[in-house]
């Protein structure tokens, strides 16, 4: 059934929980033990191998980068054979790993070793019967929901004790201690700008005309500060001509932390050992007061909340529309009390607005990355796109530019 040409693909996987938790697990004992276990085998030894490795993901679902070109050989004939440490490397998900191991593979003639498992798809046939096994790929899966809940109390206690730091402290605060993560410090530099903030909207500015006077002094925006201070978030990719916007200040305005209170059961998971989470409304939050350092006070965190307005969502009757074509905007006759220039002008606010939801998405998409949310192919992919959109509407800013000029000189 397997062809003596077989190429042979070593799969080695290791999530963040199983480096904390089990040091044998690592990738280079896992590389080991693959390794000695096909130089003992006269049938294997000859062979070609290719090595597949996903370091720091998890086992609960197949989006993992090495899994899926792994799989994309597979199913193109590249690979006869594939070898595991055990099953919990390839899979915890028992039913997804049942359906590769008892139907896909077979069909495919994909011969699968688990070695501490002591099982050879070429001897023992399909999984259907092996009660053992069953039960291990059933307790895999079990294992990794398990390790959620416990890492999600342990979480828990440490945010009640003010003890947690999440892997990206907020802006205006830094580590205290930047090797291990433990606990947050105010960062003076950053925390200036959010109490002028905060004092500007007290003294009656908009958000508008707040994020107007700090692109006038050229002040850096919360991404652009953390690169300054040395964090490796979004290294690459946060450009130095960055903007502050009403939805940068409308979020630093509406933070609660920044009042001395750590807020959390912001967003509930959707199931155990799923990413996906929904938003919890605010009066649903639970805050700790005083486990962090208050960069303003409670009292002037109040007073801007009663000044901040809800965003609420237009409807399609009463949403304001800017057409596509912004030249057409211009040339068109106007009813109200703008004139032409007024009207290019604010076109050319509108597309550089959208100019920088772009930026701000790819910096997003970066997050999302980094975070293990998106494949390095899904990121790239979704990369791409934003730049395309960019263009376009840079081209767009330019031409806009030219009909505004023509009509200043009209």
Same mark, same amino acid.
């Given at each position: 059934?397997?062809?003596?040409?077989? !190429?042979?693909?070593?799969?080695?996987? =290791?999530?963040?929980?199983?480096?904390?938790?089990?040091?044998?697990?690592?990738?280079?004992?896992?590389? =080991?033990?693959?390794?000695?276990?096909?130089?003992?085998?006269?049938?294997?030894?000859?062979?070609?191998?290719?090595?597949?490795?996903? +370091?720091?993901?998890?086992?609960?679902?197949?989006?993992?980068?090495?899994?899926?070109?792994?799989?994309?050989?597979? $199913?193109?004939?590249?690979?006869?054979?594939?070898? %595991?440490?055990?099953?919990?490397?390839?899979?915890?998900?028992?039913?997804?790993?049942?359906?590769?191991?008892?139907?896909?593979?077979?069909?495919?003639?994909?011969?699968?070793?688990?070695?501490?498992?002591?099982?050879?798809?070429? !001897?023992?046939?399909?999984?259907?019967?092996?009660?053992?096994?069953?039960?291990?790929?059933?307790?895999?899966?079990?294992?990794? @929901?398990?390790?959620?809940?416990?890492?999600?109390?342990?979480?828990?206690?440490?945010?009640?004790?003010?003890?947690?730091?999440?892997?990206?402290?907020?802006?205006?605060?830094?580590?205290?201690?930047?090797?291990?993560?433990?606990?947050?410090?105010? +960062?003076?530099?950053?925390?200036?700008?959010?109490?002028?903030?905060?004092?500007?909207?007290?003294?009656?500015?908009?958000?508008?005309?707040?994020?107007?006077?700090?692109?006038?002094?050229?002040?850096?925006?919360?991404?652009?500060?953390?690169?300054?201070?040395?964090?490796?978030?979004?290294?690459?990719?946060?450009?130095?001509?960055?903007?502050?916007?009403?939805?940068?200040?409308?979020?630093?305005?509406?933070?609660?932390?920044?009042?001395?209170?750590?807020?959390?059961?912001?967003?509930?998971?959707?199931? =155990?050992?799923?990413?996906?989470?929904?938003?919890?409304?605010? $009066?649903?939050?639970?805050?700790?007061?005083?486990?962090?350092?208050?960069?303003?006070?409670?009292?002037?965190?109040?007073? %801007?909340?009663?000044?901040?307005?809800?965003?609420?969502?237009?409807?399609?009757?009463?949403?304001?529309?800017?057409?596509?074509?912004?030249?057409?905007?211009?040339?068109?006759?106007?009813?109200?009390?703008?004139?032409?220039?007024?009207?290019?002008?604010?076109?050319?606010?509108?597309?550089?607005?959208?100019?920088?939801?772009?930026?701000?998405? @790819?910096?997003?998409?970066?997050?999302?990355?980094?975070?293990?949310?998106?494949?390095?192919?899904?990121?790239?992919?979704?990369?791409?796109?934003?730049?395309?959109?960019?263009?376009?509407?840079?081209?767009?800013?330019?031409?806009?530019?030219?009909?505004? +000029?023509?009509?200043?000189?009209?």
């Amino acid at each position: 059934m397997y062809d003596s040409g077989m !190429i042979i693909a070593n799969y080695l996987r =290791i999530s963040q929980d199983d480096e904390r938790n089990e040091e044998s697990q690592s990738i280079a004992n896992q590389r =080991i033990l693959i390794t000695d276990y096909i130089l003992n085998r006269p049938e294997l030894n000859s062979k070609k191998t290719v090595e597949f490795v996903d +370091d720091g993901y998890t086992g609960m679902n197949f989006n993992r980068p090495g899994a899926v070109r792994m799989l994309d050989m597979v $199913k193109s004939g590249e690979v006869d054979c594939i070898i %595991v440490k055990d099953f919990s490397r390839f899979s915890r998900d028992y039913i997804e790993a049942g359906d590769y191991l008892e139907q896909i593979f077979p069909l495919l003639g994909i011969r699968f070793i688990s070695i501490n498992d002591g099982y050879d798809s070429a !001897i023992h046939g399909s999984l259907a019967g092996d009660i053992g096994n069953g039960f291990k790929n059933l307790y895999n899966s079990y294992y990794c @929901k398990d390790i959620s809940r416990k890492t999600r109390s342990g979480v828990l206690a440490k945010k009640e004790s003010g003890s947690y730091t999440p892997g990206f402290c907020p802006y205006g605060f830094k580590k205290l201690d930047a090797k291990i993560g433990i606990g947050m410090v105010i +960062d003076e530099v950053a925390a200036e700008i959010i109490r002028r903030i905060y004092a500007l909207r007290i003294e009656g500015k908009t958000m508008p005309q707040i994020a107007d006077i700090l692109n006038a002094e050229q002040i850096p925006t919360p991404a652009m500060q953390q690169k300054i201070n040395g964090s490796k978030l979004n290294s690459g990719v946060i450009s130095t001509k960055q903007l502050w916007t009403t939805d940068k200040i409308r979020k630093i305005l509406g933070d609660i932390r920044y009042a001395g209170f750590f807020a959390y059961d912001m967003y509930k998971a959707e199931r =155990i050992g799923n990413k996906a989470t929904t938003k919890i409304p605010m $009066k649903d939050w639970t805050l700790v007061p005083d486990v962090i350092p208050a960069i303003i006070t409670e009292e002037d965190y109040n007073k %801007v909340q009663a000044l901040l307005k809800p965003v609420v969502n237009r409807t399609k009757q009463t949403r304001r529309k800017v057409p596509a074509d912004y030249a057409s905007v211009i040339t068109s006759i106007i009813d109200n009390q703008c004139t032409k220039s007024d009207i290019a002008k604010k076109a050319n606010r509108d597309i550089q607005r959208q100019i920088d939801l772009a930026i701000n998405n @790819k910096t997003a998409l970066y997050n999302r990355y980094c975070d293990g949310h998106l494949s390095r192919d899904e990121y790239i992919r979704l990369r791409d796109k934003e730049d395309e959109s960019i263009a376009v509407l840079r081209e767009k800013l330019l031409s806009l530019s030219y009909q505004e +000029d023509t009509l200043s000189i009209a």
